[in-house]
C-alpha cells in the first residue's frame, strides 16, 4: 500500500496564498504520477492539478495562472502552490497518487485522507 500524507490546508482570506503537499511511502517501485483533487460541498469531486514524474502538468482551467503544481522525485512528493484564492476553491483537497508497488505488476491509484482548504474573509 502507498501512504499519502497531506499538509498545509487552511483559513485564508480572498487573495492570500497556502501551499499544500503531499508525501507518498511504501514500498513504492515507480510513480507515474500524482495530483491534487478538490470536493466542495454538494458537488462532484473534480480535477485540480496533476503533474507526471516526468514534469508534465495538467490543469482545471479555473486555477490556471494562480495554482502551479510541482513534485519532487526524490522525496516522493507533490506540492500545490495556489495564489489568489477565491471563496469558489474553498473544498476538501485530496492528494492522489498513480504507482506501482515493488513486485506488482500494475499502476495503481491511491488517495490521502484530504485537507480543508477555505478561502474566506
Known amino acids: 500500500q502507498v501512504q499519502l500524507v497531506e499538509s498545509g490546508g487552511g483559513l485564508v482570506q480572498p487573495g492570500g496564498s497556502l501551499r499544500l503537499s503531499c508525501a507518498a511511502s511504501?514500498?513504492?517501485?515507480?510513480?507515474?504520477?500524482m495530483g491534487w483533487y478538490r470536493q466542495a460541498p454538494g458537488k462532484q469531486r473534480e480535477l485540480v492539478a496533476t503533474?507526471?514524474?516526468?514534469?508534465?502538468?495538467n490543469y482545471v482551467d479555473s486555477v490556471k495562472g494562480r495554482f502551479t503544481i510541482s513534485r519532487d522525485a526524490a522525496k516522493n512528493t507533490v506540492y500545490l502552490q495556489m495564489n489568489n484564492l477565491k471563496p469558489e476553491d474553498t473544498a476538501v483537497y485530496y492528494c492522489?497518487?498513480?504507482?506501482?508497488?515493488?513486485?506488482?505488476?500494475?499502476?495503481?491509484?491511491?488517495w490521502g485522507q484530504g485537507t480543508q482548504v477555505t478561502g474566506s474573509s
Open positions: 492522489y497518487c498513480n504507482a506501482v508497488l515493488l513486485g506488482a505488476t500494475s499502476f495503481t491509484d491511491y
Open positions: 511504501g514500498i513504492i517501485f515507480s510513480i507515474d504520477r
Open positions: 503533474i507526471t514524474w516526468g514534469g508534465k502538468t
